[in-house]
């Protein structure tokens, strides 16, 4: 509108004050025109546009919270290994604990000349032997003990053998000296 005010001045005419002051308010009201049809496109466009958006807004948070899950089920994994190491280290630790203190009691029960059960254990399975020995020697002789062999004398069952229920269990110490010397 401007660039045809300024080609008609520049024809030599000097435009009149009505026509230009009407030149003035067609171009007014057009520019009015044209941003009410900007802002009709915009708000007509504009809906499309936020729904576009929204579309796009719910994709992405669909990602995301899975992306988040992921990762939280992967730091849970992390952390139950962890823990799952950390039981088990802190359960060996126990375990050599427990064996050394074990070990220690024996030594030291062991010095005192006390029996340990598998010292006794260890006795019960020799006088088993000896039992049956005597018991085979009676029998070769002629003599039983039911039948009036030795006055008083029965022969002694051989009872069960008690199995050691620790896991891994070692050799017992030996008996005492002073046990040594009552047994020859």
Do not use: C
């Not at 499309?48 to 992306?67: D, I, P, S």
């Amino acid at each position: 509108m401007l660039k045809k005010a300024k080609a008609e001045m520049g024809t030599g005419a000097a435009p009149r004050s009505g026509d230009l002051a009407k030149m003035v308010r067609d171009s007014s009201h057009q520019i009015w025109l044209a941003g009410l049809g900007a802002f009709a496109r915009a708000q007509a466009e504009g809906t499309k546009v936020f729904e576009t958006l929204v579309k796009h807004g719910e994709h992405l948070e669909r990602k995301t919270r899975q992306a988040a899950s992921d990762t939280a089920a992967a730091a849970r994994g992390a952390a139950k290994a962890t823990a799952k190491e950390m039981q088990d280290m802190a359960g060996g630790t126990w375990d050599k604990l427990e064996q050394v203190f074990e070990d220690r009691v024996a030594r030291a029960l062991s010095k005192l000349g006390i029996f340990t059960q598998n010292d006794v254990q260890r006795l019960a399975v020799r006088v088993d032997e000896l039992s049956a020995a005597v018991n085979r020697l009676l029998k070769s002789t002629g003599g039983t003990s039911k039948a009036g062999g030795t006055p008083g004398f029965k022969p002694v069952k051989k009872p069960a053998a008690k199995k050691s229920a620790a896991k891994g269990a070692r050799k017992p110490p030996s008996a005492p000296k002073s046990a040594r010397r009552q047994s020859a």
